[in-house]
Structure formats: C-alpha cells, structure tokens
C-alpha cells in the first residue's frame, strides 16, 4: 500500500523549465479544473510544433490528482463494499430478466421476420417508383428539349430569327443544367453559339440587300415626295388664283358671290402601316432594318450594328454626292437631288421609329454634310450655265427639294440663299434670251395688219393680252390693228413675267412683287423699248411706218397689263399695283416710231411743197383758190387720214399732223426766206393767206375725228405761216415791236426771218407800169413806209 502510494507520487518539475512552461502548465491546470475547453492550448502546441509539452503538463495534471482519487477512494471504501454487495443481489434478478428478454426475443423474432420481409419489398419498390419518376421527370425535359430544339429549328427554317433566338434562350436558361443527358448537354453546348452565328450571318446578309436596296428605293421615294410636294404648289397657286378671282370681282363690287374653300384629303404622304411600311410610298419598307437592329439588340451586339449601319448609310451619301461628268448635270440633276431627298426621309423615318438606332445629331451632322455638297455643286453649276431656262428647271426642282425636306423639318435656307444669289445672273440671261426673241420677233414682222379668221386667234392674240378696245367680240374675219410683232412679244414678255415670278416665288421671299417689277422695267426699257427704237431705222415705207406707229398704241396698253399680270402673279391686290403705276416705258420707241412716220410722210410733203418754185411771187393778181402745191398737199393730208384712223388712234394721229402742219409752215416760211424768192409782192402774200386758210380749214374740218381742242391744236401748228402772213398784210406792221402785241400776236415769229423776208417785199407802185389808182397808191406808199420803218428798227434792235 505505501509501496503503490510511493509510486503515484507525483515528481516534482525540473529546475531548468522556463517560466513560459511554467506558465503555460498553470493555465491548462486552471482550465481542466474549470471545466474549460482545452481546445485552444492543444491547437496551440500543434501550432508551434511543441505536442510534447502540452502531452507533459496532461501527465503531470494527472499525477497531481491520482493522490485525490486515492484519498477519495480510500474514504468512500465501506460504501463501495456496501454497494457490491447490493449489486449481488441484483444479479439473480438480473438473471431472471435474461431469460425473459431472451423468451421475448425469440416470439419477436418469429413474428417480425415475415413483416422484415414486406419491408424489404416495400423498400425496393419505393426505390423503384422513384427511379421510374426521375425517369419519367428526365424524359419530360428531354421531351420539352427536343420540342423547343425543333421549334427552334422551324423558326430558323422559316427566317424568324427572333422566335429562334427566344428559343435558343429558353434552352440555354431552362434546360442547360437541367438535362439528364451528358450527350445532349453538349450538343445543346456545341449548337447554341453556331446557331446564334448563323443567324447572325442571316441577318447581316438581309441588312446588306437592303442596303443596296434603298439607294432605289430612296431615289424613288425622293422622285415622289418631290412631286408631290410639285402638285401641292399647283394646288396652292389654282387656290391663289381663285383668290385673286374673288378679290377682283369684290373689288368690281360683286358683293353677291359667295366663296368656300375646297378641303381636300391628305394624299396620304406620311400614312405609316402597323407592320412599318409607308403606305403612301412604294416599296418603303424598313422591315429588313429593323428586324437587324432588333436581333443585333437581341444577340447583344446593339451598339456594333448601330455603328455598322451609320458608316454604311455615310459612304452612300458620300456616293450620292458624286456628279457623272459624262452626263450634263440638267438630265441628271433630278436623279442626283432625288436620291439626296429619298436618304434623308428615310433618315428621318428611322429616326423617329427606329428605336434609337440613330441619333438626332447623327443625322443633323449628315444633313450638314449633305447642304454643304449641295450647295457647292448648285455654286458650280449655276456659275457654267448660259441658258435663263436651265438654270430655272433646276432652280424649280431644287426648290421642290427643299419644300420637300422642310417638311420633314430639315433646315433648308442655306440653299435658298444660293438661289437667291443668282437671282441677277439668272435675269440678265432672261433678259438676253428676250432680246434675242423680240429681235427674231421683230425681224420676221412685215409690219403688216393681222388677219384673224377664228375667235381662237382673236382669244390668243387680243384678249389673252387684254388689247381689245371694246368687250364686244367682232366679227370675223377680223382686221387687228396692229401687226404680229404686238402679240410676239407680249408673248415673250408675259413668258418673261411668269419665268420671273416663278424664280422669286420658289426662293421663299414672300413679297417680291418690286423685284419683279424692277426686272419688268428693264425688260421694256432696255430690252423692248431699244429693240423697238432700232427697228424703227429700218422702216422704210410710210405704211410699215403708219403700222409701227399703231404698235406703240397697242402697246401702251399692253404695258399695263403686264404690270398687273405681274402683280396677280405675285400675289398683289390690282389696286395697290395701279397705285404704283409708272409712265410708259416705250416712250423713246413711241417717239422713234412717230418720228420715222413724221419723217417720212415729210418727204412725201415736200415733194408736193417743190411746186412752190410755181408761184408767181410777183403776180398782178392774188391767186382766188390758192396755189397748186396747197391742193395737193391737202389731197395727201386727206388721203394720209382716211387711211390712218383705220389704224392709228386719234392722239397719235394728231401728233402725226401736227408735225407734218409745222413742217408746211416751216417749208411756207422757208420758201419766203430762201434764196429763189428774191421779191415777192403783196399779192403774192394774199395767195399764200389762201393757202394757209386752206390748211386752216383742213386741221377744222378734223374736229369730228379728233375734238374741237385737237383741232385747234392743229391748227395752232402754222401758227408761224399765219403769223407771218398776218404781218406781212398788216397795215401797221410797227405793232410787231410792241412786246405785248408781239407777244399775243406773232409770239411763233423770229424777227430775224421778218427783216429777211420784209426786205423783199416790193410793192406794186415800184412796177414798170404802176396802177392809175392813186388811192391805193397812197395806202401801199404808207405801208411800205411803216414796213421800211420797221425794217430799219429790227437791223438796229440786231
């Protein structure tokens, strides 16, 4: 007993453990004393590779209380006995249990073996039933696979790509870890991205069909557009006309008329269908582009195909911009603006329904470009062209291009600034284009009067042009008063107002009425008004003359309706274009053309004044009826206005007359002054008083044709004959030095001429033979005295 208790007797620590040994042994005591987890000083040991020291202090733990085990043991020791004792007692009893537990095992075995044997069958058909379900629940996938698989496959069959794509993801989200079958699994691996590859390819290669597509389509879609956008401006202009129409019979004070405006439909120009075809245009279909841009978004590749499909729109503007230098740009300027229009409403269109698939920057940066081209190209064309009529076919069309792309709310006006900056180049090559014309016009005109046989020509030559005289249609056939030259250049003229108001109207300028009329003014003066002048020194003949004459008369009323046909043109109410009238601007051919009939019928008096040199200027007796040349003189005159009041109106004819009556004057005054009159005698006078009463008398007589005024405007013209004939048989010629008996008697007289002619008047008492009537003698002595006297007065006034 004390040999076992000598040898449990714990052995004290060794002298050299560190104090950290010590330490570490204190704490694990602690812990196990505690009842601590010992975990943390074991993975400790472990951790700095020491197990040993922790297995150490476990042992010397263990030694320490192997001495408290035996003091308790050795003081518990009666009532260990006691309790063996007790467990003795039990041991029969436990015994007895025994056979028992033994005797029931044996009836439970018995009776459960066969219930042990169900369930083993119960068990191995419940494992059973679930591998059939798993399988069954793995066919039910594979089922849904395969029919997806083969939807997707009709789908791509059928070119719907979306579908197949939807089912590519339904497969790849739904079924690609679901599926039971390794095999399958990688085939669904391997086909999903070659079936998104190809459609991929699919879709690109419709995208590129239609891109090659569109350039046609988009030259025809801009043809339409544009001339739609040509017959609304008809429709606006009729609609403009028909309110003139009704502003003039309003201002005729047609207060009973009532106007509606007619509402028309909408030609259906912007009408969009459900499936994104434009139903106002053929062929318009963004389809192919959208359904690219939406399996693009679908496959994830948006912002690629969005960049794909910028640059390739780029490049085909870029090669719309080119002009074939084999083809005049006027055959192809239509094609080459149609196909600019056509891009950029199909621009606009994917703009506002494609889904972002471009910007609004995108496409104002590529209208920049394309008004940049545009522009240079019209720069340069405009600067070739010679043609008024070239440049306005383009200049229309250009117009319509920009009505077009307004529309669709494309800022056009820097194009509008080219056209209106060769608005002069464009009217000095109409103004030459009218010269040309009005000279071949004139060139071809037998200055003859035109014959019209239908009420047609007279509608196409009179009225068109508002010259008639009358409202009342004459009968036919008809004998115009002027020759084809008037109507020729109406033509060329009001052809010259419509090509004008045209440009000005298609520039955006809203009142461009004083531009018009600015041109309108050159026309007739420059142009017309200088042709007319010049041809008027090729007029040889006193009825091509007559005939020129008349033309101005008709023209004068032919200006005016130039300038209101320019005004309704331009929209301008007739009243405020009368307001403004100006004088006629043909004056300088008027007066050229009167003047070569003055000229000419001259010559034709002079020829009959030649007959003066048959006067006897020294005559016994004054002359009864007058002198020879006098009668045919008047013979002429009569003729001369039977014939023109046929053709000439009555103030031209005046003014005619009364040139030719000055220039008989002139001629009657000259002929007293000239060198082959060296004396002439009073009765010589009485005889040119006859003569002159009988020109008198003729300018009287034309008081029914013209009126009394005009009449005596005529005969105011041989106010110098008169005068000087009333002088030369005054009886107090000395009042001719009175300024105010001068003045209201013989103002038309130059005093020079007087002293001329007075000095060779001689009297009849200075004859060989003189009369035998002294009474006369004194008279004639006493005005010879007053007309020496006055003589001598004018020679010192000289």
Not at 519 to 530: I, P, S
């Amino acid at each position: 007993m004390n040999t076992s208790k000598m040898r449990r007797k714990v052995v004290p620590a060794e002298e050299n453990g560190d104090s950290a040994d010590k330490l570490d042994q204190l704490l694990l005591s602690a812990a196990i004393c505690n009842g601590e987890d010992v975990g943390p000083f074991v993975r400790k040991a472990f951790a700095s590779g020491k197990p040993e020291t922790v297995l150490h202090h476990l042992r010397h733990f263990a030694r320490s209380k192997e001495s408290e085990i035996e003091d308790v043991c050795r003081a518990h020791y009666e009532d260990f006995i006691t309790a063996v004792d007790d467990l003795r007692s039990l041991l029969s009893d436990v015994d007895s249990l025994k056979s028992s537990l033994s005797n029931s095992n044996t009836q439970l075995q018995s009776v459960a073996l066969p219930l042990l044997t169900t369930l083993d069958s119960f068990v191995e058909a419940r494992n059973k039933c679930k591998n059939i379900i798993l399988a069954i629940q793995s066919l039910r996938t594979c089922v849904n696979l395969v029919e997806l698989c083969s939807r997707a496959n009709r789908h791509l069959s059928e070119n719907n790509f979306y579908m197949a794509l939807k089912c590519v993801d339904s497969i790849e989200r739904e079924f690609m870890n679901k599926t039971p079958s390794s095999t399958l699994r990688r085939m669904i691996e391997k086909q999903i991205p070659e079936i998104r590859s190809h459609i991929e390819r699919k879709i690109n290669k419709e995208f590129g069909d239609w891109l090659v597509e569109i350039r046609v389509v988009s030259r025809n879609l801009g043809q339409l557009a544009i001339g739609q956008a040509s017959a609304s401006r008809q429709r606006e202009e009729e609609l403009r006309i028909k309110q003139r129409q009704a502003e003039e019979q309003s201002r005729l004070s047609f207060r009973d008329c009532v106007y509606a405006l007619e509402e028309e439909d909408d030609d259906g120009f912007n009408g969009i269908s459900d499936d994104g075809k434009d139903k106002g245009m053929l062929g318009f279909d963004l389809t192919p582009l959208y359904r690219a841009y939406h399996i693009n978004h679908t496959l994830g590749l948006e912002d690629r195909f969005k960049q794909y499909y910028f640059e390739n729109r780029k490049l085909q503007l870029t090669s719309d911009f080119q002009v074939s230098s084999m083809t005049p740009f006027l055959e192809s300027h239509q094609t080459f603006f149609a196909q600019i229009a056509g891009f950029f409403i199909v621009e606009d269109r994917v703009l506002r329904t494609g889904g972002g698939l471009v910007s609004k920057m995108e496409v104002e940066n590529l209208w920049d470009t394309a008004m940049s081209k545009m522009c240079s190209v019209l720069e340069d064309q405009f600067s070739r062209m010679q043609t008024a009529n070239h440049l306005l076919l383009i200049k229309d069309y250009v117009s319509l291009l920009g009505v077009t792309l307004r529309r669709y709310g494309y800022p056009v006006e820097a194009l509008l600034d080219v056209l209106s900056k060769h608005r002069d180049k464009y009217h000095e090559l109409l103004l030459s284009d009218c010269r040309k014309q009005i000279t071949e016009a004139l060139a071809a005109d037998k200055f003859e009067q035109m014959y019209m046989k239908k009420e047609y020509e007279y509608s196409m030559n009179v009225l068109s042009f508002q010259l008639q005289t009358s409202n009342i249609m004459p009968a036919f056939p008809y004998v115009a008063p002027f020759s084809c030259t008037v109507p020729d250049c109406c033509r060329i003229v009001r052809s010259f107002i419509e090509d004008s108001v045209s440009f000005m109207s298609q520039s955006g300028q809203l009142d461009f009425y004083d531009v018009v009329k600015k041109y309108l003014d050159r026309l007739l003066t420059e142009v017309l008004d200088g042709a007319l002048k010049l041809i008027n020194t090729s007029i040889g003949g006193v009825t091509q003359a007559m005939q020129m004459a008349a033309n101005m008369a008709v023209f004068e009323r032919a200006c005016d309706f130039f300038f209101r046909h320019a005004a309704q043109l331009s929209g301008i109410p007739l009243r405020m274009a009368e307001r403004g009238r100006r004088l006629f601007p043909l004056t300088k051919a008027r007066d050229a053309a009167e003047e070569t009939l003055s000229g000419l019928l001259k010559q034709k008096v002079d020829g009959f004044l030649l007959l003066i040199e048959n006067v006897n200027w020294m005559a016994d007796d004054p002359p009864q009826d007058g002198n020879e040349y006098v009668h045919e003189v008047i013979i002429f005159l009569e003729t001369l206005v039977s014939t023109a009041q046929q053709i000439l109106p009555v103030q031209v004819l005046k003014r005619v007359l009364q040139d030719v009556l000055f220039h008989i004057s002139e001629m009657i005054v000259g002929a007293l002054l000239g060198e082959s009159v060296k004396r002439f005698n009073v009765n010589a006078v009485m005889g040119v008083d006859v003569d002159i009463r009988m020109l008198e008398s003729f300018a009287e007589n034309q008081a029914p044709l013209l009126s009394e005024a005009d009449a005596s405007q005529l005969k105011a013209a041989l106010a110098e004959s008169r005068q000087l004939v009333n002088l030369l048989l005054s009886n107090h010629p000395e009042n001719f030095l009175n300024p105010v008996i001068r003045e209201r008697s013989y103002n038309a007289l130059d005093y020079r001429k007087v002293v001329s002619i007075s000095e060779k008047m001689r009297d009849q008492s200075d004859r060989l033979f003189g009369s035998f009537g002294t009474r006369g003698s004194k008279q004639n002595n006493t005005k010879k005295k007053s007309l020496d006297a006055l003589i001598k007065r004018l020679k010192d006034v000289n």
